[in-house]
């Protein structure tokens, strides 16, 4: 199976910020066209790994990308969104997107749906399955797909490491927490979640911070449990907001969250948070379903919610 879609002199002719004539006399070495023009524009589509369409007067592919997402309601969802929208522009893209609502049975009929108009390729921010007959369907569809938020199985990821992302934060978490019991807020851990999870994976992360400095700690599913702490460390930055709502937002305890959302700048309580890029994320998304050269991992930082104290 071929993994990634073909590029069209239309594109080509965007990327370069050119016409399609000009990309055209170059390809076809045709006169009419600056030397330096045509060198820029054969080492752009030999990048791209142009190859010409045989079919006279067919289209090589339909210019679309399809994304699903869990909803729009979450602001992360919301930038990123506009982030793949953005990026996929910039290369003569349109998105279509698909929502599942956090439910894999949505999941699969938006997967399908993509499927059969035939889109170049998708974006996939999965519910998530440790079926093996999911990991079979998901291979089955011969297109280019990439996973942003939640692993599966063998596929393409690209995102932060969010277990490590949150090790860092539970360490710098712990380094104002003298004495006290850390607790771990994570509602999403109500429901039973896929071994890759990006929530079972934070989780692995903050328990070895905890084991490996020795702290004394208590994971919770709800605000109505937070009781004898020296700080909180939550597994978004919705919890954090909910927790500090229901504690009357105090301003001596420490509290981390995860996203750095924007709300976070409205209350005047200290927030740690893990920031990472939509725009980065959306970036290398885009580049693996056209078959530019990608990156999986994306870096995270620690900051506050008044300012940054670390890049990692």
């Keep these: 199976m071929k993994r990634f879609s073909k590029i069209t002199t239309t594109q080509l002719a965007r990327i370069c910020g050119v016409s399609q004539g000009t990309v055209d006399r170059a390809l076809h070495n045709r006169g009419g066209i600056n030397p330096e023009t045509r060198a820029r524009i054969l080492e752009i589509a030999k990048e791209y790994d142009y190859r010409p369409n045989v079919q006279a007067g067919s289209r090589s592919n339909s210019m679309l990308i399809g994304v699903v997402l869990f909803d729009l309601y979450n602001e992360y969802f919301s930038k990123l969104a506009m982030s793949l929208v953005n990026e996929a522009r910039k290369f003569g893209y349109s998105i279509i997107f698909q929502f599942s609502g956090k439910e894999e049975k949505n999941e699969k009929q938006a997967l399908e749906y993509f499927d059969y108009i035939g889109v170049d390729g998708i974006v996939l921010f999965s519910v998530g399955s ?183």
Excluded: W
């Design 130 to 312: 440790d079926s093996v007959e999911y990991k079979n369907y998901l291979h089955s569809l011969k297109k280019p797909l990439v996973l942003i938020g939640n692993r599966l199985f063998d596929l393409p990821f690209v995102g932060i490491d969010d277990e490590k992302a949150m090790y860092d934060l539970s360490v710098a978490i712990a380094d104002r927490v003298p004495s006290g019991r850390i607790l771990y807020l994570a509602p999403a851990l109500k429901k039973p979640l896929h071994s890759i999870n990006a929530q079972r994976m934070r989780l692995r992360g903050f328990v070895r911070a905890m084991e490996a400095l020795g702290k004394s700690y208590r994971v919770v599913t709800d605000v109505e449990e937070l009781s004898d702490f020296g700080g909180i460390v939550c597994a978004t930055d919705h919890y954090a907001l909910g927790a500090l709502k229901h504690l009357g937002y105090p301003k001596n305890i420490p509290i981390a969250g995860f996203d750095n959302i924007s709300m976070l700048k409205n209350i005047n309580v200290r927030v740690l948070s893990v920031e990472y890029s939509t725009d980065k994320i959306a970036e290398e998304a885009v580049n693996y379903i056209l078959g530019r050269r990608y990156s999986l991992r994306v870096a995270h930082s620690l900051v506050y919610n008044t300012d940054e104290i670390s890049v990692l």
